[in-house]
C-alpha cells in the first residue's frame, strides 16, 4: 500500500472516477457531486486524503500502519513550508496554499487512525465523541475554509453536523464494524439496554439492540438538528453542498428507522428519494 498511496499517476478526472466509485454511501461526495470545477477540485484534494488515510488505518498491513500515517503525517507538516513528496498531500498544496486551510485538521484525521489502532472499544458516549472530534469534526472546518466561510460560531455547528455524520454511519455499520473488531456503541449504552456484545454477531437485532438503537439514531438526529441551522448562515453553492451533508445525515438515520433498527438484518441504505427530499427542505428552510 506504500505504492505512492494509491491514485499516483493517474489522471484527475480517472482519479474522481475512483474516488466517486468508492464513496456511494459516504456523506462527503453528495455535495461533491453539485460543485463547480473550481470548489470541487479542491474539495476533491481533501476527500482523497481522507480516504486514503482511512484506507491506511482499515486496509494496510497491520504491522505497516504505524509506519504509514507516520510517513503521510510527516509530509503533511512539509506543507507548512516544505516540499511534499506523496501525490495525494501534493494535490492538497492549492488548497492549503491559496485558500489558507490550515494544517491541525489534516493531522487530527491521521490521529483518529492512529487511535483506531489501539481502542476498539468506547466505555462512554463523551468518549465516542472524543473520537468523533478527530475523526470527523475536522473535515467540516475544512469545507468551511475552502468555502472562505469559516467562522468560530461556524465551526461550532458544523462539528454538530460532522459528529452526527459519523454517528450515523457508526451506527449504519454495527455489524460490519463488529466483524473488524469495533464496536462504536458504547458500552455504558450496551449495559443500559441489556445487550451484549455477542448480541452484535446474531443474524437479526433482538429487541434490546432495536431499543439501544433507537435511542443511538434519536441522539445523532438530534445532533444533527442543532447544527443544520449552519445551512442558512451560507449562500450560493455553500449553501447547496453542507445542505447536502446535512441532507444526508438525515436520510442515513432515515434508512435505520426505515429497517425497524434491526442493522443486523439488513443493510441501512439512504433511499434516493428520501435524500432528494431532505436535500431540498433543508436548502430551503436553511435548517
Not at 85 to 100: F, K, N, S
Not at 109 to 136: M, P, W
Not at 186 to 201: C, I, K, N, W
Amino acid at each position: 500500500m506504500s505504492e505512492e498511496f494509491l491514485w499516483a499517476g493517474q489522471d484527475e478526472a480517472a482519479r474522481s472516477d475512483a474516488m466517486m466509485t468508492r464513496s456511494t454511501r459516504e456523506n462527503f461526495p453528495v455535495a461533491l457531486r453539485m460543485l463547480p470545477a473550481g470548489r470541487r477540485r479542491h474539495l476533491m484534494a481533501v476527500y482523497g486524503f481522507a480516504r486514503i488515510t482511512d484506507d491506511i488505518g482499515d486496509e494496510a498491513p497491520l504491522a505497516e500502519r504505524p509506519r504509514m500515517l507516520d510517513e503521510l503525517e510527516a509530509d503533511v507538516v512539509r506543507l507548512n513550508g516544505g516540499q511534499p513528496q506523496l501525490p495525494v498531500i501534493r494535490a492538497l498544496e492549492p488548497t492549503v496554499r491559496e485558500l489558507g486551510v490550515p494544517i491541525q485538521p489534516f493531522l487530527d484525521l491521521i490521529a483518529a487512525n492512529r487511535q483506531d489502532q489501539i481502542v476498539a472499544r468506547y466505555q462512554t458516549f463523551e468518549e465516542l465523541l472524543g473520537y468523533c472530534k478527530l475523526s470527523a469534526n475536522p473535515i467540516g472546518r475544512i469545507v468551511l475554509h475552502v468555502f472562505g466561510a469559516y467562522s468560530p460560531a461556524r465551526a461550532e455547528l458544523s462539528d454538530r453536523v460532522c459528529t452526527a455524520l459519523q454517528l450515523a454511519e457508526h451506527w449504519q455499520d454495527v455489524a460490519e464494524d463488529y466483524r473488524a473488531g469495533r464496536i462504536y456503541l458504547p458500552a455504558e449504552d450496551l449495559g443500559r439496554f441489556g445487550v451484549g456484545e455477542a448480541d452484535l454477531a446474531a443474524a437479526a437485532a433482538a429487541a434490546p439492540l432495536r431499543e439501544l438503537m433507537a435511542f443511538e439514531t434519536q441522539r445523532a438526529r438530534r445532533l444533527l438538528d442543532d447544527g443544520a441551522p449552519l445551512v442558512g448562515t451560507l449562500r450560493g453553492m455553500s449553501r447547496m453542498a453542507v445542505g447536502g451533508y446535512v441532507a444526508g445525515g438525515r436520510a442515513a438515520l432515515a434508512s435505520i428507522v426505515a429497517v425497524g433498527y434491526d442493522v443486523l438484518a439488513a443493510q441501512a441504505v439512504p433511499a434516493k428519494r428520501r435524500l432528494a427530499a431532505e436535500l431540498l427542505a433543508t436548502v430551503v428552510t436553511g435548517r
